[in-house]
């Protein structure tokens, strides 16, 4: 059996009882960094036989040595650093491998950066997206914001300490409006949260902020549905006035949910009605 555990994000006493008992008896603990995991399990008392590492850089060339163990009746742990294991760490292919070949795998649940930010933040939980690390650069950083946006809920995201401001910079100029968090160091000792608008956060924050960061990013104040109608009307008075296209469809895709690619088709079909006399 593969046990997928997920294991403290910071503080080692965030571990399930279950966890523990599991990580005690296991012949293999395939784990991201041995000499991380071993200080957790030193931590509570425990000796496992076997430490494997299992980490992005070896995955594929270790993953049949870990189902071996699987596929002889065996018991083996999978642990990341911290959390759980798959969710923007290694992990994925070999549950993917059990799944393919209808071996038994079960998944300990336990800390997670993901809802832990989210609930900190204090911005609203009903609806959110996980977009896991942002990536690189600026336009691209912002195609994943705007991608998420588009759902209407919070947004949560990993992000390097090197990039966070830029990415706080990306967000002030896209949304000015909207609340955000950068979560740091959560459950250490010097766990500390950051709230207000994307520029408030940016005057707050160190020079050069260290640790692990996580990024909420809240809906926007108002997001409440906006109609197809809504939409066509605000176009057609915006293009009635003799706003170009493209600049009109920004102005919608600013004020409403819809993504700017959404807005820019709308505009060109309001723009052919009104050319063709069938909106007054």
Known sequence: MLYVCATPIGNLQDVTLRTLEVLGRVEVVACEDTRHTRRLLERHGLHPPRLLSFHEHNEAARLDDVLAVVRAGGDVALVS??????????????????????????????????????????????????????????????????????????IVAFESPRRVRSTLEVVADRWPARRVAVCRELTKVHEQVLRGTADEVLALLAAEPRGEIVLVVGPRPDAGPVSSADVDGALRVLLGHGVGTKEAANVVATLSRLPAREAYRAALGVRRSLAGGLLE
């Open 81 to 154: 650093d911290a959390g759980m294991p798959g969710v923007s760490d290694p992990g994925y292919t070999l549950v993917r491998a059990c799944v393919d070949e209808g071996l038994p795998f079960t998944v300990l649940p336990g800390p997670s950066a993901v809802s832990t930010a989210l609930v900190l933040s204090g911005l609203p939980t009903d609806r959110f997206t996980f977009v896991g690390f942002l990536p690189r650069g600026r336009q691209r950083a912002l195609g994943a914001l705007e991608a998420a946006g588009a759902t209407g809920g919070s």
